[in-house]
């Protein structure tokens, strides 16, 4: 019978694309490129078959059924090099010491590292293989790999792509349930545009007949070839045993060159690949199925000198010349495939695999072996209490090398194996750990488990220092989750506890980080209360760093409740603490605070000087993170002033910097967006608004829900979306509601009044102005009252009072004189412009609509400018020279091109591209530019809206 290992059968498409990646390896274009599929497909085969061919330096690791050590198909990489190279990876000089924490045979490891750096000792190892030529590192059976290595490979993705290095994994993809780290690594590769995977399919009837022939040295008859097609659904390694094992028990006959199954026998067909492995073990000697026995609980690799000194002899020839075991080297064997291992494994009574697994646990632990691989061994052999030790100390060591993955594996497997009521203070401290490595590995919910649990045992205990402590990290996994009740709750036990057990400063921090997130929210009176106690409490502790932050926020807070100056002094007050105290990161938080207070002034020039001068004090002491959180914030004032390019530069900056805060991040991004809004780059600014919205929601941060919704109804307002405006609108209203806000809202809730207004929505319109009646009344300054002013005569005009709209609106203006609000003026000699039009004041209705056109145009305010310009096409204003000759006939067209115009109407007909292009004796590719130009101007996703869209405003002949 000729061996499997010399086919290919139906697999050259994908051998193809394994060659490429070689090819692409050998000229310094390294990649990951994983194998699918189903047990027995043939992955292995094929991943060798291709290797054995190619000139490229390969290593070969397969992991183990049984547990692997954290990053162990990595070490076994580099173990190998070491073997094969004689290399002690010198070349990677200081990281040497991290890659002992891995590779204990490299001498002295580092005391302690950080992931970032163990990862980087790592790309260094995989460096130096690469340096001895273009390598191929071939991880078969990746579904049985540790967490930490299927965390690294997305790391590596990158790194990889300027090496000469392939990185090809094999995995059964009938063996990653949902959940498991395999569907994580893909999506991961997914995300980064780098997911690059074969699935291996089943062989169909002419493969599996090409592959029967190969095997049997001649054709089968169609009734063989029927039947062992119809049993082994075309999976190669099942065709492989079941003709094997027909062979073996005499059951196929060769007549004139044709292989046929032998007439007149009843035939016991194996129904699996076990049945199939199982049938043809029946020809081997007890000595050889002992070994194989005791190989299959050793794992799927095994060591020879593992096994014999199990067996008492050496007995491998038998298994290795029937084809069950392969050689690696002179030291290790490997199962052919790991179906053989599990076919045998499973026939293996109970009681002897205990047996034979606490033997195999001993030896291992005697040579020293990985605790996680021991615990196993312990554990299958029913041996709970060595178990659960061995796998503390997995716990420890994957928690030391930054596995927190397979550290919290390992530790769930300890505490299930946890006697009860025994050792319960070391029961704690590996739950407090599990929480903690949980957390890293991003399981909240197993870190909250673990910690609820800890936090009751401390409480009956009545251990108060360690409950307030295992409290605040809950709290922390809660503001993970965006599970902002708890997480308050969380902090307020913890406070508590902490006042009880005497530690009063960590009790004033958690009042500080209470008080600071109910600001956000817009809950200022809360937060009042609460950082009004830890104020009481820092003065009598008489601590100055609490006192700086804790007036800080209180100043803060006055401010933005209506007592602005006692607001100011409190605030100025908490620097001069931390200024001569030289606490660095609580005065870049105060300085923030203070440009924040002269800003709910509306003294924006004073705001924008106290920003600047933040943002400087910050760079110069080392505090960048927070300078970048205070560019963020004077993006605020900008809007307001006018100045947009300046805000879309520091904006972007923000978001680009490595170590911009997400917070910082989060602002620079949703005000990035309301300014392309208000620039009619509709598509543009919704990308980012819909983004930050979601994630202002979460983390309750009341001013960006607020800036969001309004950005997205400006968007929608520009594209004649009414409906989807007038939502925003009123998401608007309801934030406000719902928060104590008398500064961020007014803009928004000034907008959304003249949009109600032109709805002619009157109870929308007293809605907004209701809520700017509110915020004057406790903020008085020059943008609450002009914005009130505004309301007011939004809402005179929806219900016909010209007359008082008018001197509303006059109002307005007048207020405006004496402040830099720009885009403010612009809505209210906008609005003041169509009230006096509809007062038959034509001259002074124009003379307002081209005051407000150019105001926006000053700022490139595209939804006003336009429809500014329609207004005064309505009374017959001439706007050439507004605009000019060349732009006024295009706004006629509602922005489109002469030849657009013509196309948009031939659209309207029905014609197709094809036939627009010889009516208008075009190429058919300029008329697919032209409908695609004219899909955009007018906000449009297919053809259809932009004919209804070309209805509304006119454009159809």
Known sequence: MAEIDDMLIGRKAEQAKINEAISAAAERRGSILLLS???????????????????????????????????????????????????????????????????????????????ATLIEALRCGLDAIAKHGPTVLFLDDLHWADNATLDLLPKLVDWIQERPILLLGAYRSDEIPRGHAIRRLRNDLRRAKHLQEIAIEPLNREETEELTHKILGHPPDNSLLSTIFDKTQGVPFFLEELLKSLEASGHLQKLNNTFSLTPGKEIPFPETVRDAILIRMEALSPAAKLCLELASVAGQRFSFELVSELAGEETFDEAINNGFIIELGQEEGQFRHALTSEAIYKEISWTKVRKLHRQVAEKLEAAGASPGVVAEHWLAGKSPEQARKAFVLSMQDSCDIHAYADAVNFANSALDLWPESEEESERLQLLDRLGHCAEISGSLTEATRAWREVAESYQQMEQHYEFALVQRKLATVYELQSAWNRALSARQQAANAFYKAKHDLEAISEQIAIASHLQTDGKYNNAMQVISKAVEEAEKADDPLLKARAWGLLGSLEARVGNLDQGLKTTQAGLSLALDGNFIGAASEIYQRLASVFEHFGDFKGAKEAYNFAYTFCESNGAEPMGHVCMACLTVVLIQTGEWNEAIEICEDVIQANNSPTGAKLIAESLLGLIFALRGEAKRGRKLLVRTIVAAKDLEIAALEIFCAYGLAVADWHDNKHESAREHCQAILDRWSRSEDRHYAIPALRFSASFYAIQGDDEGTRACADALAKIAASHSNSESLAALSHALGEAALVTGDIEQANEHF?????????????????????????????????????????????????????????????????????????????EAEKSKRGGLTRRQFEVVNLVALGMTNQQIAEELVLSARTVDMHVSNILNQLNSRSRAEAVRQAAELGLLN
């Open 37 to 115: 599929g189903e047990a027995g497909m043939g992955k292995t085969h094929l991943a060798h078959h291709t290797l054995e061919a190619c000139d490229l330096q390969t290593i070969r690791v397969t992991t183990d059924e049984t547990s692997t050590p954290p990053y162990g198909p990595i070490i076994s990489v580099l173990r190998s090099f070491m073997r094969d190279s004689s290399t002690n990876f010198e070349d990677c000089g200081s990281l040497k010491k991290y890659l002992a924490q891995l590779l204990p045979e490299l001498g002295k490891p580092a005391e302690a590292s950080d992931q």
């Open 810 to 886: 006059q109002n307005t203006l007048e207020i405006l004189e004496k402040e830099n609000l720009p885009l403010e003026e612009t809505e209210s000699a906008y609005r003041y412009g169509i009230s006096l039009l509809q007062a038959q004041k034509r001259e002074k209705g124009i003379e307002l609509l081209t005051r407000a056109y150019h105001l926006a145009r000053g700022l490139n305010a595209r939804p006003y400018t336009s429809r500014i310009i329609q207004e005064l096409q309505a009374v017959g204003k001439p706007i050439e020279g507004l605009i000019g000759k060349r």
